[in-house]
C-alpha cells in the first residue's frame, strides 16, 4: 500500500527538483563569481527542501486517507515554503500520527 503511494510521490518530487532552476535567456558563463547560479535557491533553498521532504515522510507514513495524503504532498510540493508552513500550522499532526492508536489484541 505504502509503495503504491510512494512511487507518484517520488515522481512528482523529482519533477519538482527538475524545474527549481531558474529560466533565464542568459547562458551561464563560468567567470567570474556565480557561485550558486542555477541552483534553485542556494542554502536556503536546501534548507527548504529538507523540511519538505520531512513533511512528504510524515505524510505518507500518516494513517490519513490516501486522497488527503495526496492534497498535502501537491500543496508541498508546488508551493514548498507555502506549502510546509500550512502542514505545520493546520494538518492536525497529532490525531493522524500512526503509532498513537495502536491498541493490541487481547
Request: aromatic content about 8%.
Amino acid at each position: 500500500m505504502l509503495q503504491n503511494t510512494l512511487v507518484p510521490a517520488i515522481w512528482l518530487f523529482l519533477a519538482a527538483i527538475a524545474s527549481a532552476a531558474p529560466i533565464s535567456d542568459e547562458p551561464i558563463t563560468t567567470a567570474g563569481n556565480n557561485i550558486g547560479y542555477g541552483t534553485g535557491g542556494g542554502i536556503a533553498g536546501l534548507i527548504i527542501l529538507i523540511l519538505d521532504i520531512i513533511v512528504i515522510i510524515e505524510v505518507l507514513q500518516s494513517n490519513r486517507p490516501v486522497s488527503h495524503k495526496v492534497l498535502w504532498i501537491l500543496v508541498t510540493l508546488l508551493f514548498p515554503l507555502v506549502g510546509m508552513i500550512l502542514y505545520f500550522l493546520f494538518s492536525n499532526r497529532a490525531a493522524h500520527k500512526t503509532g498513537g492508536s495502536y491498541e493490541p489484541i487481547p
